[in-house]
């Protein structure tokens, strides 16, 4: 039994399975999710977890090179996009079309579903090389 960091199993496998530039989404409830693609549910009622409990913890287990948001978290949601923000201070951020954004996670390897019944609380984090 693993005693720290990622214990669902799910996640912890499509993490150890990242390759450079691949891509995991973490969303909101209401993301859809394409066929296809994995989808991690995690939520267990409205706002559990939240979006910044699941960013958290992928900022530690996660090697990250570059992050992409939905344009509309800017003014739709600006209090994620400050924790955003003060987590990943040296990334760069690429902003999207929301439209655009959910063309995008078409590429993700998994889609982490969370509790978060905010506006655009989605992001794509793509995966840095570790050497």
């Known amino acids: 039994m ?3 960091g990622i214990l669902n199993s799910d996640i912890d496998k ?3 399975d990242l390759g450079h530039t691949d891509q995991i989404t973490i969303g909101d409830l ?4 394409p066929a296809g693609v994995k989808k991690i549910d995690v ?3 409205i706002g559990t977890p939240s979006f910044q409990e699941v960013v958290s913890l992928m900022k530690e287990e ?5 992050i992409i948001l939905a344009e509309e978290i800017q003014y739709e949601n600006p209090d994620q996009l400050e924790f955003i923000i003060e987590q990943f201070p040296d990334l760069s951020i690429v902003y999207l079309t929301h439209d655009d954004f959910k063309k995008m996670t078409h590429n993700s390897k998994a889609i982490i579903r969370t509790g978060e019944a905010t506006p655009y609380a989605n992001i794509i984090l793509q995966s840095a090389v570790i050497f």
């Open 2 to 4: 693993k005693k720290h």
């Open 14 to 16: 499509v993490l150890a």
């Open 30 to 33: 209401g993301l859809p999710i």
């Open 43 to 45: 939520a267990l009622a």
């Open 62 to 66: 996660m090697a990250i090179e570059s």
